[in-house]
């Protein structure tokens, strides 16, 4: 009888069992490496291994990064938001979902959006979500956040008792 364990570089991902098969079900970068199966003769257990095996995994596409433009946003001002993600050359041709997402609300289906004028409303955590069309594969962009100032205008004035002071006050 024989029984099976399988190595990734020398530390032990299966322990013994009747199957020679090592399933990994969501293949990711960090599954990448060599592999080996080892194989354990019962009863006398004499224990061979068999040829260690490179396992190259590729990404689909990077982890989404969320840019907003320009950093320091002021009421009234455009805004930009860029979700920027590369594909795998060999799945060039594939369509991605892809949504920008504020306060845990889908915002945009788009990778990027422009507002002309920002407001207080604006501002909030935003985060680029990029999925295969099966949704097997979702890679979500670390969170901005975005403040939008308000503007609070600034009126000079002149000082009743002598005019070389100047007073500054709200309008």
């Not at 991902?13 to 090592?22: F, K, L, N």
């Not at 969320?66 to 938001?81: S, Y």
Request: aromatic residues 12%.
């Amino acid at each position: 009888m024989l029984e099976f364990y399988f190595n990734k570089e020398y530390i032990k991902v299966q322990d013994y069992g009747a199957s020679p098969t090592y399933q990994i079900t969501k293949a990711t970068i960090k599954d990448s490496g060599f592999y080996t199966c080892y194989y354990k003769y019962k009863p006398r257990d004499i224990v061979e291994h068999g040829s260690a095996w490179e396992i190259i995994v590729k990404e689909l596409f990077t982890t989404p990064v969320l840019r907003v433009e320009p950093v320091l946003i002021q009421q009234g001002e455009p805004m930009n938001v860029t979700c920027d993600y590369s594909i795998h050359p060999q799945k060039a041709q594939e369509t991605f979902l892809l949504s920008i997402i504020k306060n845990g609300q889908n915002y945009s289906g788009n990778s990027s959006f422009h507002i002309s004028s920002a407001q207080l409303s604006d501002s909030g955590e935003y985060q680029c979500v990029v999925s295969d069309t099966s949704r097997t594969v979702t890679k979500v962009s670390k969170s901005v956040h975005v403040l939008v100032e308000d503007v609070l205008g600034l009126e000079m004035q002149e000082c009743p008792w002598t005019s070389q002071i100047p007073i500054f006050g709200w309008n």
